[in-house]
């Protein structure tokens, strides 16, 4: 969930309400992602997902030879009934010039 990114200078943050932290998570979410896998086990013995390359094409060709298993449980959709506006006055983003 977004709630749970607690950083993105460098690289994206998550951490749960015990404090424990998972950082550089985007290529594998990307890869994640890209190969519509919505439900996934992912064990990892350190605080950082490996960089591999700099890209998710490593996690891409690991998640494909893994032996995927499509689920016989259906996936839960949310539908957003309203429109959502959200006005900034200031960037948000960690590593503008204003900040």
Known sequence: SFTNVTNTLLN???SNEFNVKVSTIEHLLG???GLVIDNALVEIDNDEVPILDGSAK????ILTNCGLEKS????????IQKKLHIIMEKSSF???PQN
């Open 12 to 14: 994206t943050t998550i």
């Open 31 to 33: 890869a994640l992602f």
């Open 58 to 61: 490593e996690f891409i060709e």
């Open 72 to 79: 016989s449980e259906p996936i839960k959709i949310i539908k």
């Open 94 to 96: 960690p590593l503008s």
